[in-house]
């Protein structure tokens, strides 16, 4: 396994502008994960992927946050219109279906909003 | 929903001092619980789980027992060391596994 890969490690922007983050999973896990933790917090789940399949996104997740994972590889986060209350850590995680309970986290995209 | 609650950090110990981190959780159905540990500057990392009621997770020197009849899965180990500093987390997921759900973590820092 190469492990969960996450780019960029860091993104820093301003209010008002548009980000898009990407996650390269481990090669045949077919479920992938989006979490954002925050400082001091646990990780909150947003979104996840069966293959090419969002089959679910939390409430945490507004309208201006979209994910895809088009081929069922790799997946992007975008955030339209940051704000300030999006800065957080962005994690991908990923896991094989029908494989053991365990996620493999990536190292995560730390987003700041200016 | 389900929910899990970890006692607050910093945890501060001595080198070789005994470490209990509680967690306690509610759920529907059978969740399986996990406790994942992210050192300084890496990924979330699985340290132990249980999948089923008084299973006994164990890894590297810690434990962690699955009670269902006090909704707990606390994390022990007998002698801690420097190397254990990180911050712990408790996790759940529902039956199935469809997505873990966290508590807020707690900070271990270990002396020598």
């Known amino acids: 396994d190469t492990g969960v890969s996450q780019n960029p490690r860091h993104k820093i922007t301003k209010r008002g502008q548009n980000v898009t983050f990407r996650c390269d999973p481990i090669s045949e896990h077919n479920r992938l994960y989006w979490y954002r933790q925050t400082l001091g917090q646990g990780p909150e789940f947003l979104t996840y992927f069966q293959n090419e399949a969002q089959l679910e996104k939390s409430r945490l997740l507004s309208d201006r946050f979209s994910a895809e994972r088009p081929k069922g590889s790799f997946s992007t986060l975008e955030i339209q219109r940051t704000e300030q209350g999006d800065s957080a850590m962005y994690l991908c995680?990923?896991?094989?279906?029908?494989?053991?309970?365990?996620?493999?986290f990536g190292s995560g995209t730390q987003l700041s909003v200016l | 929903g389900n929910s899990v609650t970890q006692m607050e950090g910093p945890v501060t110990l001595s080198e070789e001092a005994f470490l209990t981190i509680n967690c306690t959780y509610t759920a529907t159905g059978y969740p399986s619980l996990f406790w994942y540990v992210q050192y300084p500057g890496e990924g979330l990392q699985l340290l132990l789980k249980?999948?089923?009621?008084?299973d006994k997770g164990s890894n590297k020197g810690f434990e962690a027992t699955y009670r269902k009849e006090t909704t707990s899965f606390h994390l022990e180990k007998g002698s801690v060391q420097v190397s254990d500093s990180a911050v712990y987390f408790c996790?759940?997921?529902?039956?199935?596994?469809?997505?873990?759900?966290f508590g807020t973590g707690t900070r271990l820092l270990v002396s020598p």
């Open positions: 249980a999948t089923k009621a008084d």
């Open positions: 995680a990923s896991r094989r279906d029908r494989g053991p309970e365990k996620l493999f």
């Open positions: 996790a759940l997921s529902s039956t199935g596994f469809q997505k873990l759900v």
